[in-house]
């Protein structure tokens, strides 16, 4: 699906039943998928890729594979290699590997400061000089929605 697709609401419900299906039922309804869209900011929540260039997947942020509930508060958009690299990780454990390769989304330092985790503590640890170049205000990323 791409960013785009939100307008759509016949391809959104049929996202969210796909979606219901995957997960083995579930009540996920196709303004929670718009939401989830919207809050996105269009941009994967583990990279912060733009993902109205590229297709992204709604990711089970705590893996169904591990207990995680099939609910909107669970759910991130991903972009196809992160939710391919994350797959039935913990989102603990794929924070951690956001996080060294540069990663700072708003997800990313959420699950972080969750489990006590000092994301400048690791950078000095195991980053090399970050060679990204500053975001502008354009590329700030969206303020995290609780
Ligand atoms: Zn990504």
């Known amino acids: 699906m791409r960013y785009d697709d939100f307008l759509d609401a016949d391809s959104l419900a049929r996202y969210a039943a796909a979606l219901n299906q995957r997960a083995g039922g579930g009540q996920i309804q196709l303004d929670d998928l718009r939401h989830l869209i919207l809050d996105s900011g269009g941009r994967c929540a583990w990279c912060g890729a733009d993902l109205r260039r590229v297709d992204f997947e709604v990711d089970h942020v705590q893996p ?83």
């Open 64 to 146: 169904l594979a591990r207990g995680g509930a099939h609910v909107l508060a669970n759910l991130a958009l991903a972009c196809w290699p992160c939710n391919r690299q994350k797959a039935a990780k913990s989102p603990i454990q794929f924070a951690q590997e956001q996080a060294v390769r540069g990663q700072r989304t708003p997800l990313v330092l959420r699950l972080l400061a969750a489990h006590g985790l000092d994301v400048l503590t690791q950078r000095t640890l195991f980053d090399p000089p970050s060679s990204s170049p500053p975001l502008s205000d354009d590329d700030e990323p969206p303020p995290y929605r609780w």
